[in-house]
């Protein structure tokens, strides 16, 4: 993903929606979705190939799209990233942005709402976005969705797609849909973003595509030479984990303590890792 066009563009705003749309997805392919599947990297390749222009001609007028996210509910990291795909979707020539955040009711009551329908290459494509940050609890529980959840322990992975493939994306097979677009969905997809996060590093698996970034006890970060220079606060966890200057800030920031919840560094080798309390995960 670290392009040579991403490392030109100046606007953080620009380099969200880049990363957003040509980052790797955290989650493997093996993991069955079941009778859906991931958005295709074919596809993404395609725009990546397509959008050089787009993205310099973009950062040079960066203020439009700065201006499109700057809403108050898109200090939420999901918020935000919808916002970028909307803007993205509404600007790209290649693509009509056919739905985006329809309510289905019943009874006045909201039974659910999709995200983005869109129309690429001749295909009415159905997409339910996610960008998550899940940090595995138990290492030896890495194949097992429920141990993969979020830093505050509210949520998990097994959770949250079991969620979208039950109950979000079948929203799009409803009349309300079809009658709105006045056209068949050929193919619904999953579009997740985000990172994960192991306390030790691991091999790729049936959840995690890659080895994970990993997360430090707060104990433990006082042994290692690495220091964190950088505070990465929600919405500011997209390109952010991937730092553009060559030479990052080496001045170490100090971190209060007590700790009580994870939080987000960069570190002064340009990883970002969560630091969290020693006893993070473990009396769950």
Not at 26 to 38: A, E, R
Request: net charge positive; charged share 30%.
């Amino acid at each position: 993903m670290q392009s040579k066009l991403y490392h030109k563009l100046k606007s953080k705003t620009v380099r969200d929606l880049y990363w957003l749309l040509f980052s790797e997805a955290p989650l493997s392919d093996d993991y069955d979705l079941t009778p859906y599947s991931l958005f295709p990297v074919e596809i993404t390749n395609k725009w990546k190939r397509a959008t050089v222009d787009y993205f310099l001609e973009l950062d040079k007028n960066a203020f439009e799209i700065e201006n499109f996210v700057k809403r108050r509910k898109n200090s939420r990291l999901g918020f935000y990233a919808e916002a970028l795909l909307s803007y993205f979707f509404q600007t790209f020539r290649e693509i009509e942005l056919l739905l985006q955040n329809f309510q289905i009711n019943i009874e006045k009551r909201t039974i659910g709402e999709i995200d983005f329908i869109i129309l690429y290459n001749e295909k009415v494509i159905h997409l339910e976005c996610s960008v998550k940050y899940y940090m595995l609890k138990k290492l030896n529980d890495f194949n097992d969705g429920s141990q993969w959840v979020g830093p505050r322990l509210r949520d998990n992975l097994k959770l949250k797609l079991g969620k979208i493939v039950t109950n979000q994306i079948p929203m799009g097979l409803k009349k309300e849909v079809q009658d709105k677009i006045n056209r068949p969905i050929d193919i619904s997809y999953m579009f997740i973003k985000g990172v994960f996060f192991a306390e030790e590093a691991i091999l790729p698996g049936r959840i995690n595509r890659s080895s994970p970034n990993t997360f430090i006890r707060i104990s433990e970060l006082k042994k290692l030479e690495i220091k964190p220079v950088e505070i990465l606060s929600r919405p500011d966890w997209l390109s952010s984990l991937v730092p553009v200057k060559n030479n990052i800030n080496l001045e170490s920031i100090a971190i209060e303590e007590p700790l009580e919840n994870p939080i987000l560094y960069l570190f002064n080798d340009k990883k970002a890792r969560f630091v969290v309390p020693d006893d993070w995960g473990l009396n769950d």
